[in-house]
């Protein structure tokens, strides 16, 4: 197979998008034109706006995060939300677009440092392609397999949607009729905190700080952890330590509405966009992980949009909800009916969790060996 090298550059001229930028973050999924990031949200919403939208005709480009070097394949009309990325226009008499877009995913940079990486470094990176007919026929070779782990993928993602709708059937019958009288978690609690409102300051190692990313309904999921300084630590955890049994609330953002435990064995501080309760002898910390978790909390959280468009609860009102008033020997009693029934749940969730991870690493695979010419 002949191949040519070129700079990335030769590839994929760039533009600023600065024209393209969304004058305002009131979204709306009725609305016509996506608002996209290179990230892996991508799609942040839609927009009115009928200005400054990417022209078709000079569709398929990629989009590029100046900072953190993820890049996205786009083929509609779009608009985007911030300068710090660049619109990469594809040179086709060279590439094919879905070609350098796979070839991209496989480059991994050192991108710690803060600075915008396509001018400096990226864009001066050299690699081999070959003709455009060799391309094709390792873009069809990958999406043809692409195509039959996106069809697991669905199929787990359904198995998944499935026992979480058994999940909450068992919720709404345990705590179905348990008490007409209430309390807030506030009155139940003896502590309750909020987490720091700054984004922590991530390092390579050193002590755990968790991400909403890592909450599951019932457990922490910690198959992949975040570390910040010793300092760092000191300053999330000046108001108060959290320790094992204490609850974790995902208050905003994609996750929602999620309680889970912290477990034994582990020192974490708080990142963001979550709360930590503190029971003692009047609730079970169980029993109320399980009644956050069920709908007659996560159906009727009160959802407003902030600057960014971010679907959130107050924490006022997360103070106010209110719990069931039933003795500590009856809330061990619900708690021992959820756990069983919920086990089985559990173990089918952290199975699906780690198929999806490892059809994510699958995807690596391919793309490694399509581009080493291995891929037969």
Not at 46 to 56: C, L, P, V
Request: proline fraction near 4%; charge should be neutral.
């Amino acid at each position: 197979m002949e191949l040519k090298e070129y700079t990335l550059d030769e590839l994929l001229p760039y533009e600023q998008p600065t024209k393209y930028i969304v004058e305002s973050t009131k979204y709306d999924d009725s609305y016509e034109t996506p608002v996209l990031t290179a990230g892996k949200s991508f799609i942040l919403g839609y927009t009115d706006e009928k200005d400054g939208i990417f022209e078709k005709d000079r569709l398929p480009v990629l989009i590029f995060d100046d900072f953190t070097t993820a890049s996205q394949f786009v083929n509609f009309p779009f608009k985007v939300k911030s300068s710090a990325m660049k619109i990469l226009n594809v040179n086709t008499e060279l590439v094919l677009p879905k070609y350098i877009y796979y070839r991209m995913q496989i480059i991994q940079i050192d991108h710690d440092t803060h600075k915008r990486y396509w001018i400096q470094h990226y864009s001066k990176i050299k690699i081999s392609i070959p003709s455009i007919d060799e391309q094709a026929k390792i873009v069809e070779k990958i999406e043809e397999i692409f195509s039959q782990i996106d069809a697991g993928i669905k199929n787990l993602k359904k198995t998944k949607e499935q026992v979480e709708i058994y999940r909450q059937s068992v919720l709404v019958s345990a705590f179905k009729e348990v008490s007409d009288k209430t309390e807030t978690i506030e009155n139940l609690c003896e502590s309750i905190v909020d987490c720091p409102h700054s984004t922590p300051k991530w390092s390579e190692e050193g002590r755990l700080c968790l991400r909403t990313s890592n909450f599951k309904r019932g457990y922490l999921d910690l198959s992949e952890k975040s570390y910040v300084t010793s300092e760092v630590y000191d300053e999330r955890t000046a108001r108060l330590m959290p320790k094992t049994g204490d609850v974790l609330y995902s208050r905003e953002g994609s996750i929602l509405g999620i309680a889970c435990i912290i477990p034994k064995g582990i020192e974490p501080c708080l990142g963001q966009r979550m709360m930590l309760f503190r029971t003692g002898k009047k609730i079970n910390n169980l029993f109320l992980m399980h009644y956050l978790n069920s709908p007659i909390v996560t159906n009727h959280v009160i959802v407003s949009k902030g600057g960014t468009g971010s679907p959130h609860i107050n924490v006022g009102d997360i103070k106010k909800f209110r719990i069931p008033l039933i003795s500590y020997d009856n809330q061990l009693n619900i708690v021992k009916f959820i756990d069983e029934k919920l086990s089985v749940c559990d173990q089918i969730d952290k199975t699906i969790d780690n198929a999806l991870i490892q059809a994510e690493a699958l995807r690596q695979s391919v793309l490694k060996k399509a581009f080493e010419g291995r891929l037969v």
